[in-house]
């Protein structure tokens, strides 16, 4: 079992940044292929980033790519988010995700609101 609380969300002006973080608890963290999802008012939850165990990959998509960057601290047990030049159509509830199949486990969210 993997608990997954996020921080870190809030309000921000459009070009800021902000930076999510994500503590894991539970066993074997290091194993976990963990990402971070996020879903806007009206919209299904769409995938942000994700970063492998070893941290030697990660993948962003494509509308987040050159902005945001994931990493990880498997000595602390957290993964971060951190978001530069933030634009109004981030605004959504970003959330953790861990992943070690068959487990799949999300934290509960933290609200990112981007003004323009």
């Known amino acids: 079992q993997v608990q997954l609380v996020e921080s870190g969300g809030g309000l921000v002006q459009a070009g800021g940044s902000l930076r999510l973080s994500c503590a894991a608890s539970?066993?074997?963290?290091?194993?976990?292929?963990m990402g971070w999802f996020r879903q806007a008012p009206g919209k299904e939850r769409e995938f942000v980033a994700v970063?492998?165990?070893?941290?030697?990959?990660?993948e962003y998509a494509d509308s987040v790519k050159g902005r945001f960057t994931i990493s990880r601290d498997d000595a602390k047990n957290m993964v971060y988010l951190q978001m530069n030049s933030l634009k109004s159509e981030d605004t959504a509830v970003y959330y953790c995700?861990?992943?070690?199949?068959?487990?799949?486990?999300w934290g509960q969210g933290t609200q990112v609101t981007v003004s323009s």
């Open positions: 539970g066993h074997s963290f290091s194993r976990y292929i």
């Open positions: 995700n861990a992943r070690l199949m068959p487990y799949d486990y």
């Open positions: 970063i492998s165990s070893s941290g030697d990959t990660t």
